[in-house]
């Protein structure tokens, strides 16, 4: 049974429009996923599909399905400690966090200029395609909905390298203005091929939702300012997850 709600700690999260408005309108119940001093998600079980939201430790990587804190480190709460959201609120073990500041997560209207400026930066991502099949690599550049049966899953990671490049392809895509239905659909079709939580960082990208990290690529692509830094801050998230993203839009923005 979770503690009553008097002994929990009311924490103060920031997150993202979307999160905050999914907390308040789906109340639910759910288990602790997995745990750590710097993350800690929960799989919440709803008629509509199982979703995966999150508690985050500052400096921690902030994903749209996360609330983000000003704690140094969460406390310990084992996996499969009960979970619920109530009237907006995330209650897990001895905390309480909610969404009460809005991040920023428009995005840039990327200018034709956009996608040498990424090429120029990027480093070499060989250790993120050697993971991968070149032929849906290629097909995902093409906007092929068939590419993505092919990689979500696949590579390293908490969210396999694959779900990374898929993410970063939407993303991107979306600042692009290309069309993005085929990988949407294919996402929506093959989303059970890996991780719950790696399945609910997809659908946000389907909704342009990404890392502050990869925000940053894109505004700084639209720019034209500080490619180089935005790029070295986005292949710094995770083992591969930032080289993934990166590899996702470099594709996006394939001429």
């Given amino acids: 049974m979770p503690p009553p709600r008097s002994t ?38 709803h008629e509509a599909g199982d979703r995966v939201v999150g508690v985050a430790a500052h400096g921690a990587v902030h994903v749209p399905a996360t609330i ?20 907006g609120v995330l209650h897990v073990g001895h905390l309480a966090v909610a969404v009460d500041r809005l991040v920023p997560t428009d995005l840039p209207a990327l200018p034709p200029e956009a996608a040498d400026r990424l090429a120029a930066a990027t480093p070499d991502l060989t250790h ?9 690599l290629d097909a995902l550049a093409a906007g092929d909905g068939d590419a993505v049966e092919a990689l979500l899953g696949r590579g390293d990671g908490l969210t396999p390298v694959g ?19 085929a990988v949407a659909a294919g996402v929506r079709r093959w989303a059970h091929r ?6 609910t960082l997809l659908v946000d990208a389907i909704e342009g939702g990404c890392i502050p990290e ?7 692509l639209a720019t034209g300012r500080d490619v180089d830094g935005a790029v070295a801050r986005l292949t710094a998230v995770g083992h591969t997850s930032g080289a993934g993203m990166l590899l996702g839009a470099g594709l996006a923005l394939r001429p």
């Fill in 68 to 87: 983000a804190t000003a704690l140094a480190s969460l406390p310990d709460v084992p996996v499969g400690t009960p979970a619920t959201v109530v009237d």
């Fill in 194 to 199: 890996t991780t719950t939580l790696s399945a």
């Fill in 214 to 220: 990869f925000r940053s690529l894109l505004l700084a």
């Fill in 8 to 45: 929990r700690t009311r924490v103060a999260g920031a997150g993202t429009a979307a999160l905050r408005r999914r907390l308040q309108e789906e109340p639910g119940t759910g288990e602790v996923v997995h745990s750590g001093a710097s993350a800690i998600y929960v799989l919440l079980r």
């Fill in 128 to 136: 993120v395609c050697d993971q991968l099949p070149a032929a849906a």
């Fill in 163 to 181: 779900d990374d490049v898929v993410a970063g392809w939407l993303v991107a895509a979306r600042a692009a203005d290309r069309p993005r239905g």
